[in-house]
């Protein structure tokens, strides 16, 4: 079955780096697009980042572009998004999600992880 | 960018009452629209994708519809787990966008 699940959150203080990994199985991982969602406390969900199968494409929601870095390791079936420069206003749990990268039939976000808690704080 | 204005934010219902949520794009984006449930401290689950298609495994009393700018989803007749919160995600363009969201409450 399909399972995505993501690693790597923690407390980390404002202005440095971290880096988040999801893990995934049960499918062919180097034919799906994949897209980071993030969701800060008591808040809606917000879409930050997607990269395509080949890797060769990539999106930023604004709010990250310039910080975040979205990558992928087809070898190891794993998907990053590097973080960098955090603020206290990129504290949420961090969900990835699977987006099968077909334009003209487009099915996207139908399996996600569990998630993975990012606290920027000093 | 798109805007996803999602109402109402917050409802209250009873066991066996028929609800529906709307979602309005700010432009049109087809049917690339998909509504997600979601309850305290789980990550989102599909219910509907591009636009009216029942998620394998949900529950027939969910549907879907609208095209273009303006899409519902409907609850037939509200069961006790159904009590969460909602979201629709357009997937047109980037950057992608959700729905403030909806809290459904049990009245």
């Known amino acids: 079955q399909v399972k995505l699940v993501e690693s790597g959150g923690r407390v980390v203080q404002p202005g440095r780096s971290l880096r988040l990994s999801c893990a995934a199985s049960?499918?062919?991982?180097?034919?799906?697009?994949m897209h980071w969602v993030r969701q800060a406390p008591g808040k809606g969900l917000e879409w930050v980042a997607f990269i395509s199968y080949t890797g060769n494409t990539r999106h930023y929601a604004d709010s990250v572009k310039g910080r975040f870095t979205i990558s992928r390791d087809d070898s190891r079936n794993t998907l990053f998004l590097q973080m960098s420069s955090l603020r206290g206003e990129d504290t949420a749990v961090y969900y990835c999600?699977?987006?099968?990268?077909?334009?003209?039939?487009?099915?996207?976000?139908?399996?996600w992880g569990q998630g993975t808690l990012v606290t920027v704080s000093s | 960018d798109i805007q996803m204005s999602q109402s109402p934010s917050s409802l209250s219902a009873s066991v066996g009452d028929r609800v529906t949520i709307t979602c309005r794009a700010s432009q049109g984006i087809r049917n690339d629209l998909g509504w997600y449930q979601q309850k305290p401290g789980k990550a989102p689950k599909r219910l509907i994708y591009t636009a009216s298609s029942l998620q394998s495994g949900v529950p027939s009393r969910f549907s879907g519809s609208g095209s273009g700018t303006e899409f519902t989803l409907t609850i037939s007749s509200l069961q006790p787990e159904d009590f969460a919160t909602y979201y629709c995600l357009q997937h047109n363009t980037y950057p992608f966008t959700f729905g403030q969201g909806t809290k459904l409450e049990i009245k």
């Open positions: 999600s699977r987006d099968n990268d077909i334009p003209e039939d487009r099915d996207a976000f139908d399996f």
């Open positions: 049960g499918f062919t991982f180097m034919n799906y697009g």
